[in-house]
């Protein structure tokens, strides 16, 4: 990192708006998402960074469509937010980590956002290729940023947790240099939290300035309603059994007078919050990445983040104590929906999934086909 450039901790907001969900994948018609008033509303809200990717389909046009709106250019300029977006992958199953593809998908991504430079630039899904397709990719992103400034942060983003902190702990060895934040998701959920218990340590002894916890849903497994079915069909991986187990929870939960997606959704970030606080970001608060597909998903994970927020020892942020009280009796109830018997809060499910399977050995002979 330049010696005058801080660290991303200080300057990155724990709530990240994530548009995955701008995309056909998880919807439809991408087209048909409101995204101008999603974002333009999130910038109302408060939230203070947005994460994007190429593989989102039209994600990074959507989105910088909606940045360059003339209401958000007047009100918000671009130094109030940060855009977070990811270079590498190409497809399903297409993968291009070299310095050219580098390059080219940089000033791309420029061009889409409507913007002279991106604030965080992640390596996406590195269990996909080599450690050596990484290591090359960090150093061009870094040629980058020092010749170019057109990048400011660089990090990796991926699913398999030992296999995130062994690349940070390589970049860390390989370079002498960190890397700025180590992204995951689904692994800090009510059904999996092997982020912060196999993860937050090593990421943190390898100098990791921020771990975003993206996707508090499961990429939506957490829902009454089964995982979301988009334009590109069922894409979601979790086994038929693991997915009935997920709707039997729901169903309890209902009982309770709640849903599984409030009730997920509120333990994972007021969680993570806390657990992700080393790692966390402005404030040390850890950082969460909140992905939705219209208003009412927004403003309604606004309202749960601001009592979460309510709860916090919060530098600066003033809370009346009916406020304060009311969120810590929630972060109670909550807790305990989240331990009772009829739920499972670890990864190994009995009856489903018996034990964890073992990550398979990192090669350097490997191509770019899925290790998993």
């Known amino acids: 990192m330049p010696p005058t450039q801080p660290p991303l901790s200080t300057i990155l907001s724990p709530l990240v708006c994530g548009t995955a969900t701008f995309n056909n994948q998880y919807n439809p018609d991408a087209f048909a998402v409101p995204t101008n008033a999603i974002i333009q509303r999130a910038l109302e809200l408060g939230v203070r960074a947005f994460d994007t990717s190429p593989y989102y389909g039209p994600s990074e046009t959507l989105l910088g469509a909606a940045l360059n709106t003339a209401n958000v250019k007047q009100h918000f300029p671009r130094s109030s937010y940060r855009i977070l977006t990811k270079v590498g992958r190409i497809g399903g199953s297409e993968f291009d980590y070299s310095p050219e593809w580098v390059r080219y998908s940089i000033q791309r991504s420029l061009q889409r956002l409507h913007t002279s430079y991106l604030d965080v630039v992640y390596c996406h899904d590195v269990e996909f290729v080599t450690p050596s397709e990484v290591l090359a990719a ?76 993206a996707s508090p849903l499961g990429m939506g497994l957490l829902r009454s309603v089964g995982v979301p079915v988009g334009g590109k069909g069922d894409f979601h991986p979790a086994p038929m059994e693991l997915r009935n187990k997920v709707l039997e929870a729901a169903n309890y939960i209902k009982t309770q007078g709640e849903k599984i997606e409030v009730v997920s959704i509120r333990w994972a970030l007021e969680r993570w919050a806390s657990e992700g606080a080393t790692v966390g970001g402005i404030g040390g608060i850890g950082v969460s990445v909140m992905g939705v597909s219209n208003l009412s998903e927004l403003e309604e994970t606004m309202r749960v983040w601001n009592s979460v927020l309510d709860g916090l020892p919060v530098p600066g942020r003033e809370v009346e104590k009916e406020n304060q009280a009311w969120s810590l009796e929630r972060r109670k109830n909550i807790d305990a929906l989240a331990n009772d018997a009829g739920y499972v809060n670890i990864r190994v499910v009995k009856g489903v999934i018996d034990e964890v399977a073992p990550l398979p050995e990192i090669k350097e002979t490997l191509g770019k086909a899925s290790r998993l």
């Open 138 to 213: 960090i150093t061009e992103l870094r040629r980058i940023r020092d010749e170019e400034g057109t990048v400011k942060y660089i990090s990796i983003s991926g699913y398999p947790v030992p296999l995130l902190c062994e690349l940070a702990e390589l970049v860390l060895k390989e370079t002498g240099e960190p890397l700025d934040a180590v992204m995951s998701y689904a692994n800090f959920t009510l059904q999996n939290t092997t982020l912060q218990s196999k993860g937050l340590d090593r990421l943190r002894r390898a100098g990791v300035s921020v771990v975003p916890n």
